[in-house]
């Protein structure tokens, strides 16, 4: 039997995107299927604006990243379009406490240079923030934010360019395995690929239950909130770097923040929280309390900006019990390799994620340690039958 395709990616969110454009860079022929018309902002990966940044207390993403960020810049260069904007990364805690004293280790076991600010440091370098005199803060100067709507069109422009097809409004109904050859069945027709990558994102629980799989995947509908500076441009990217408050456990280590940049005199603070959600009826549900909470938390430590919601953007993220993402072949077939559940901090990762969904497909020897995400640590079973 002749394969109509040596790979054949099913979801065009960013991983899905990211392992497509690879893997046609890399000389193998790949449909990339999307159920929605494209661009969409149904899943995960729409929006201005992502954060990005070297230091993970995690060894395991951090050489990821250190993978991730020079193949951001290829990416922007083949396209001719800026897709990273500089402007750091200020990581606040309380002082001395867990978080601020991991996140400084991390960085200085991988040689990443930072700056250890005092409260009274903070306030000076950054007046437009309130915090606590109990609340220091450790400055990442190589983070930034990158610039989700044109990164994910620059895999689209490059993948199609290195020869790849891509379809979208075509949902994929079914899958069904085989050796050698897998068909991925969808409302337009059947196509048969010798390797098939599920990259589904929220849809994913429910889609792979059809391939026997029940992963502990859980969607969240987390909302982007911009406020408005209350004169403009006091918090732009010169001046305002990207902000992470973890407050040592409580719900303040979910609140993120981005320069004013995209929608200038705008900037956005958002709770990296919010209810639970069937990706299908993203907007019915109800974030009360997440605008709430994020009205008092920029009203008590922004004092530059209005406490009231000027723009709110829905996205939805999709989590697992540790919060590793499952990449990894399906415990039954080796042919279908799965890459989900990149639990919120997904996005930075994508060119890796691409790297890493390649070399299995190409069964090279793999750059990064896969254990933290296989399969197996959900299901039991051995992860390569
Ligand atoms: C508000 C918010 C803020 C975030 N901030 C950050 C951040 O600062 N830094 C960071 O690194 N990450 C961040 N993330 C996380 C990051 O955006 C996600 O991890 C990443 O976008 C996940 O991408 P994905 O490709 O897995 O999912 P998706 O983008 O949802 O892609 C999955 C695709 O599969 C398609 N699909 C599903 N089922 C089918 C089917 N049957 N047939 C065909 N197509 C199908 C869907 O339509 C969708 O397009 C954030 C996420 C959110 C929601």
């Not at 987390?222 to 719900?251: I, L, Q």
Request: aromatic content about 12%; glycine content about 8%; charged content about 20%.
């Amino acid at each position: 039997m002749i394969p109509d395709f040596d790979v054949i990616v099913v979801g065009a969110g960013i991983e899905g995107s990211a392992c497509a454009y690879t893997l046609a860079k890399n000389g193998q022929k790949v449909l990339l299927l999307e159920q929605f018309p494209l661009p969409h902002s149904r899943g995960s990966s729409h929006g201005q604006s992502r954060i990005t940044r070297y230091a993970y207390t995690q060894d395991y993403y951090t050489h990821m990243m250190l993978d991730s960020y020079p193949l951001w810049d290829t990416l922007a260069q083949e396209t001719g379009v800026q897709l990273f904007k500089q402007c750091g990364l200020l990581n606040l805690g309380y002082e001395n406490g867990e978080f601020l004293d991991s996140v400084s280790f991390a960085m200085g076991r991988h040689g990443m240079p930072f700056q250890s600010l005092s409260s009274e440091e903070v306030k000076r370098r950054y007046p437009m923030l309130n915090y606590p005199p109990s609340y220091a803060a450790i400055f990442d100067p190589n983070a930034g934010s990158l610039r989700a709507d044109k990164a994910l069109a620059a895999f689209h422009t490059m993948f199609k360019k290195y020869g790849g097809v891509l379809h979208d409004g075509e949902p994929v109904k079914v899958i069904t395995p085989g050796q050698p050859l897998v068909t991925v069945t969808t409302t337009k027709g059947h196509y048969r690929g010798k390797k098939v990558v599920v990259a589904t994102g929220p849809w994913s629980g429910k889609f792979l239950e059809h391939l026997g799989m029940t992963l502990p995947l859980q969607p969240f509908c987390s909302t982007a909130f911009y406020w408005r500076e209350r004169k403009e441009g006091t918090h732009a990217p010169d001046n305002f770097p990207c902000v992470y408050d973890n407050g040592e456990g409580d719900w303040r280590s979910q609140v993120y923040g981005l320069p004013s940049d995209e929608y200038p005199g705008f900037v956005k603070m958002a709770l990296h929280l919010g209810p639970k959600v069937d990706p299908d009826a993203r907007d019915d549900a109800d974030n009360k309390w997440v605008r709430d909470t994020m009205t008092r938390y920029v009203r008590d430590h922004l004092p530059g900006l209005e406490p009231s919601v000027a723009i709110a953007e829905a996205c939805i993220f999709t989590t697992t019990p540790d919060y590793n993402p499952v990449i990894d072949c399906h415990p039954k077939h080796s042919n279908i390799i799965i890459a989900v559940g990149f639990s919120g901090h997904g996005f930075k990762l994508a060119p890796a994620v691409g790297k890493a969904v390649t070399e299995m497909v190409l069964n090279k020897p793999l750059s990064y340690n896969m254990a933290h995400f296989a399969v197996s640590r959900f299901t039991h079973t051995p992860s390569h039958l």
